[in-house]
T-cell receptor
Framework: SQTIHQWPATLVQPVGSPLSLECTVEGTSNPNLYWYRQAAGRGLQLLFYSIGIDQISSEVPQNLSASRPQDRQFILSSKKLLLSDSGFYLC??????????????FGAGSRLTVL | GQSLEQPSEVTAVEGAIVQINCTYQTSGFYGLSWYQQHDGGAPTFLSYNALDGLEETGRFSSFLSRSDSYGYLLLQELQMKDSASYFCAVRDGGSASKIIFGSGTRLSIRP
């Protein structure tokens, strides 16, 4: 069976510090991978999605970046955090094609507080 | 662009039936999905409609009308544990791997 791991679960970072969130998927190959951000009580904002290694599309051209160094690994980074980066970050995966591409499975999330 | 509209809040009574609507606007269409999210947790997949009609999964059903760009999630025999936020989502027609979400409907259930 497939599993998705996301870490760290929570972190508190000062403004201007770097960020690295990691996500790995097990039990499948060539998944589509996603990073979403959710502000408190709000919807899910798509940040990045990837259909393969080094194939990443950005939806939010701010101070965040994403990388996919391996097929089942997706990393979200920032060189300098802003207060507005606080939120609940969710990694997700789906099958690469057909009806499975419509079903997202989410990691447990990473709650980031920037002070 | 793409957008999805759903009510921000719905309140219902335990044991009753509730319907959460979603209208969408996309450049192409691959299907409408629904997710449930409890406070503090991650969203979990509930259902998916690619074709018109009703899909039933236990107490939950989802409906789609592609001609109306409209769908709904129907929850029957409501239980207190159904109190959560519910999101509709679509794949972008321009980039089939891009999945966007509505702003969510918070369902509150009263005893």
């Amino acid at each position: 069976s497939q599993t998705i791991h996301q870490w760290p679960a929570t972190l508190v970072q000062p403004v201007g510090s770097p960020l690295s969130l990691e996500c790995t998927v097990e039990g499948t190959s060539n998944p589509n991978l996603y990073w979403y951000r959710q502000a408190a009580g709000r919807g899910l904002q798509l940040l990045f999605y990837s259909i393969g290694i080094d194939q990443i599309s950005s939806e939010v051209p701010q101070n965040l970046s994403a990388s996919r160094p391996q097929d089942r690994q997706f990393i979200l980074s920032s060189k300098k955090l802003l207060l507005s980066d606080s939120g609940f970050y969710l990694c997700a995966w789906s099958m690469g094609q057909n009806s499975g591409a419509n079903v997202l499975t989410f990691g447990a999330g990473s709650r980031l507080t920037v002070l | 662009g793409q957008s999805l509209e759903q009510p921000s809040e719905v309140t219902a009574v335990e044991g009753a039936i509730v319907q959460i609507n979603c209208t969408y606007q996309t450049s192409g269409f691959y299907g409408l999905s629904w997710y449930q999210q409890h406070d503090g947790g991650a969203p979990t997949f509930l259902s998916y409609n690619a074709l018109d009609g009703l899909e039933e999964t236990g107490r939950f059903s989802s409906f789609l009308s592609r001609s109306d760009s409209y769908g709904y999630l129907l929850l029957q025999e409501l239980q207190m544990k159904d109190s959560a936020s519910y999101f509709c989502a679509v794949r972008d027609g321009g980039s089939a791997s891009k999945i966007i979400f509505g702003s969510g409907t918070r369902l509150s259930i009263r005893p």
